[in-house]
T-cell receptor, first 112, second 113 residues
Framework: LAKTTQPISMDSYEGQEVNITCSHN???????ITWYQQFPSQGPRFIIQ???TKVTNEVASLFIPADRKSSTLSLPRVSLSDTAVYYC?????????????FGRGTSLIVHP | EPEVTQTPSHQVTQMGQEVILRCVPI?????FYWYRQILGQKVEFLVS????????KSEIFDDQFSVERPDGSNFTLKIRSTKLEDSAMYFC???????????FGSGTRLTVV
C-alpha cells in the first residue's frame, strides 16, 4: 500500500486559494488518488479522486503530475467553513480488498 | 444525496457491557466498513464486509468485536465486554464501485465509563 506524506497543518485566510500537496513516491500503476475532508466529530467526506493530470469538481481541483508521485488538492477561495482535516489516500479497490488507510492528514485552519 | 445513517449518535455504557452500533449503508453499495477514531488520533480501519462475510479485518478487530448484516439493510458492529479504551467515534462506511468512493456515516460516539 502506497505511503503518503502530507504537511501536518496549514493556515490560510478567507478568500485565498489553498494548495495541499501529498507525496506518494511508491504509488502503483493501478492506484487512484483520493482526498477526503473531515470536520470535528464527523465522518470523513469524499472530496475528489483522480488518476492523472487534472480533475475538477464543484468543490476542488486535483493536480497530478505525469510521474504521479505527488498530488495537489486545490481549494479555491476558502471560507471559514473549510477549516477541517484533509486526507490524501492512495490505492485501488479490487473485490473489496482495498482498505482506505488514513494518515494524520493536514489540519487546515482558515482565519477571518 | 444518499447517506449512510448511524444510530445512536452517542452511547454511554458501563465497562464490561455489550453494545451494538447500527448502520444503514447506501442501498446499492456492496462493500461495508467499520472504522474507529479515538479522540485526537487517526481514523483506524476495523473491518470490511462483502457478500455477507468479513473480507478484511485489522488486528484491532479481535474476538471482542463482531459484525452482522441481519436483514439486508442494517449493518451492525457488536462490542462485547467493553473496555475503557473502546471509547471512540465509530464510523460506518460503504463504497460505490463505480468510482471507488466511500461514504461515511456521521458516527457513533461511544463512551465507556
Amino acid at each position: 500500500l502506497a505511503k503518503t506524506t502530507q504537511p501536518i497543518s496549514m493556515d490560510s485566510y478567507e478568500g485565498q486559494e489553498v494548495n495541499i500537496t501529498c507525496s506518494h513516491n511508491n504509488i502503483a500503476t493501478n492506484d487512484y488518488i483520493t482526498w477526503y475532508q473531515q470536520f470535528p466529530s464527523q465522518g470523513p467526506r469524499f472530496i475528489i479522486q483522480g488518476y492523472k493530470t487534472k480533475v475538477t469538481n464543484e468543490v476542488a481541483s486535483l493536480f497530478i503530475p505525469a510521474d504521479r508521485k505527488s498530488s495537489t488538492l486545490s481549494l479555491p477561495r476558502v471560507s471559514l467553513s473549510d477549516t477541517a482535516v484533509y486526507y490524501c489516500l492512495v490505492g485501488v479497490a479490487s473485490g473489496g480488498s482495498y482498505i482506505p488507510t488514513f494518515g494524520r492528514g493536514t489540519s487546515l485552519i482558515v482565519h477571518p | 444525496e444518499p447517506e449512510v445513517t448511524q444510530t445512536p449518535s452517542h452511547q454511554v455504557t458501563q465497562m464490561g457491557q455489550e453494545v451494538i452500533l447500527r448502520c444503514v449503508p447506501i442501498s446499492n453499495h456492496l462493500y461495508f466498513y467499520w472504522y474507529r477514531q479515538i479522540l485526537g488520533q487517526k481514523v483506524e480501519f476495523l473491518v470490511s464486509f462483502y457478500n455477507n462475510e468479513i473480507s478484511e479485518k485489522s488486528e484491532i478487530f479481535d474476538d471482542q468485536f463482531s459484525v452482522e448484516r441481519p436483514d439486508g439493510s442494517n449493518f451492525t458492529l457488536k462490542i462485547r465486554s467493553t473496555k475503557l479504551e473502546d471509547s471512540a467515534m465509530y464510523f460506518c462506511a460503504s463504497m460505490r464501485q463505480a468510482d471507488l468512493s466511500y461514504t461515511f456515516g456521521s458516527g457513533t460516539r461511544l463512551t465507556v465509563v
